[in-house]
């Protein structure tokens, strides 16, 4: 991608004159952050440009959607004709081209029978929408006591109510009241006691999958609608279902009428070496939600994709009522579905959705390489996902992470944190070459941090 652009020149100095008070910044200790702002200029490929000139390789695709990589031309061209031809239409009794093409196409990426797409604008909004699909579709079924709802601790699912109710970080939680009732988890499949280090998919652990069964124990089955986890836990720091762990789950659901939701917004499109994780992994859900990289971020899209069987339990009325009370004023936005389009075109024309299974040997085995450095008490990883864990300082939880952040973002590398994780999600077009970049920072970060 290295010649793709001539235009945007370099900013060579700071060009921003504005205060800084104005904008309350999201999930950003907003006060320190003012005090020495990080700011971001420029993107192309694999690198973003700070607004003083730096380049700052991409260790985490933007935040986990940039899969293609930085302003490819074919998703920029297509946001940029659909904005000149069409900017908005009414998604309600109205629709646009487009919104089926892109449908059409994600349905046939989509694992087989989930062929229904339902768009929203985020993940959070994907996984609202599949939540509330799952009840209603219980109760068009004649199940309508099966309105419990079931996530796991440790989970995310975004920041609104059903999500951050069926999520399991206490900090998303505790400030913002009862949040949805009827609602319970199973345990989290981190155990770093069986599984420290774990090369791809941890070998123990399946057995976490029967908290199911004791839900159901409790509960019974007739209360229960959905269960919803993440194939590969991101935000929670890097958690890999154990071998057999998914299935073990299906296994459940399928023997008690429980719908399965994987919230693939981080693991859809090619994160794993298959568009979806539920491939790679040999699982089917129910429903699947996603977002990121639909669009390559580059406009902010969701979608649900739905098993038909489902979706038809919908259309038993009457032809002219409305199936589902539920939508967003843009959904199927035409500049996020032109994105969409411009971006699966990418996808494929490159081979990307199965590029991450290509370098996973190499990523794993530099990710690896990090064993042994100070403070590292776990390693994990899946495709092009790596989870690096460090023992957190007495006191200061996640700041040693954050500090390794910080030394790496000096010197041009860009990775995240959750906790004191370090993880990383390059994009799906990244070279060797720049793998060991990235490994190497990290390595220099967490020694001298140390
Ligand atoms: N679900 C999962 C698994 C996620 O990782 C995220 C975001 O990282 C979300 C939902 C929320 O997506 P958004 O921030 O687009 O609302």
Known sequence: ?????????????????????????????NRQF????RLLARA???????????????????????????????????????????????????????????ADRLAKLAPPGLNRVFFTNSGSESVETALKIAIAYQRARGEGTRTRLIGRERGYHGVNFGGISVGGIVANRKAFGTLLA???????????????????QPEH??????????????????????????????????????????????????????????????????????????????????LITTAKGITNGAVPMGAVLVKQAIHDTFMNGPEHLIELFHGYTYSAHPLACAAGLGTLDTYA??????????????????????????????????GLVGGIELAPRPGEPGKR?????L???????????????????PPLIIERGQIDQIVDTLRGAINRVA
């Open 1 to 29: 991608t290295a010649n793709e652009f001539t235009a945007n020149p370099l900013p060579s100095q700071r060009t921003m004159s504005s205060s800084l008070d104005a904008y309350w910044m999201p999930f950003t200790a």
């Open 34 to 37: 003012k005090k020495a702002p």
């Open 44 to 102: 192309e490929g694999m690198h973003y440009w700070t607004d003083d000139g730096r380049q700052i390789l991409d260790g985490v695709a933007g935040l986990w959607c940039v899969n293609a990589g930085h302003a490819r031309p074919k998703i920029v061209q297509a946001i940029q004709a659909q904005a000149a031809q069409m900017d908005y239409a009414p998604p309600f009794q109205m629709a646009h081209p487009q919104a089926f093409e892109l």
């Open 182 to 200: 009827g609602v319970d988890h199973i345990r989290h499949t981190h155990d770093p006691a069986r599984n420290a280090f774990s090369v791809g």
């Open 205 to 286: 652990g399946a057995d976490l999958a029967d908290d199911l069964e004791r839900l159901v124990a409790l509960h019974d089955a007739s209360t229960i609608a959905a269960v919803i986890v993440e194939p590969v836990a991101g935000s929670t720091g890097v958690l890999i279902p154990p071998q057999g762990y998914l299935q073990r789950l299906r296994d459940i659901c399928d023997r008690h009428g429980i719908l399965l939701i994987f919230d693939e917004v981080i693991t859809g499109f090619g994160r794993t070496g298959q568009p979806f994780a539920a491939q790679t992994f040999g699982v089917t859900p129910d």
């Open 349 to 382: 024309d490159e081979g990307l959705l199965t590029q991450a299974g290509e370098l996973q040997g190499y990523f794993a085995e530099a990710v690896h390489s990090l064993r042994g450095c100070a403070h590292v008490i776990d390693i994990r990883n899946i």
């Open 401 to 405: 992470a954050f500090d390794v952040f």
């Open 407 to 425: 030394d790496c973002y000096e010197r041009g590398v860009l990775i995240r944190t959750t906790g004191d994780t370090i993880a990383l999600s």
